[in-house]
């Protein structure tokens, strides 16, 4: 499992057209595993910091797993940051609670049924570009 690399089509393209943007991946998960996968990455050499919840002892929603980010990324402009994930649970519930714009990944346009609302809804990753412009 730790050495699958599955990209999502425009991965590969929006990363090169966000060259001049600082990235980073926030991610739900074990150390050994994610970092093995994205090391496997093409985009290994892509992400400012990988920050692996296992390593900041929180999870995503929780505002201290953000608090780890930001610090490690030295930010404190939260108006500058927009966050990118495929949960609406974790990734987009975590966001609006941080006070961080959002942006949820809908591939399979599912409906959003729940009280969490993104700012925005991209259904191919290189629709972010329109956003982030």
């Given at each position: 499992?730790s050495?699958?690399?599955?990209?999502?089509?425009?991965?590969v393209?929006?990363?090169?057209?966000?060259?001049?943007?600082?990235?980073?991946?926030i991610t739900?998960?074990f150390t050994d595993?994610?970092?093995s996968?994205?090391?496997?990455s093409?985009?290994s050499?892509?992400?400012?910091h990988?920050?692996?919840?296992?390593?900041?002892?929180?999870?995503?929603?929780?505002?201290?797993?953000?608090?780890?980010?930001?610090?490690?990324?030295?930010?404190?402009?939260k108006?500058?940051v927009?966050?990118?994930?495929?949960?609406?649970?974790?990734?987009?519930?975590?966001g609006i609670n941080?006070?961080?714009?959002t942006c949820?990944?809908?591939?399979?346009?599912?409906?959003?049924?729940?009280?969490?609302?993104?700012k925005?809804?991209?259904?191919?990753?290189t629709?972010?570009?329109?956003?982030?412009?």
């Amino acid at each position: 499992m730790s050495k699958e690399t599955h990209l999502v089509q425009g991965a590969v393209e929006l990363c090169e057209n966000l060259a001049g943007c600082r990235l980073a991946i926030i991610t739900n998960g074990f150390t050994d595993v994610q970092t093995s996968r994205i090391a496997s990455s093409p985009l290994s050499k892509t992400f400012e910091h990988i920050i692996i919840s296992e390593e900041a002892g929180i999870q995503k929603p929780d505002k201290g797993i953000f608090d780890y980010a930001f610090s490690k990324l030295q930010i404190t402009d939260k108006a500058k940051v927009l966050i990118v994930g495929d949960s609406l649970t974790s990734d987009i519930k975590g966001g609006i609670n941080y006070g961080i714009d959002t942006c949820w990944f809908n591939p399979h346009l599912k409906v959003n049924n729940t009280e969490i609302k993104p700012k925005y809804e991209v259904h191919a990753l290189t629709d972010l570009m329109k956003i982030v412009g």
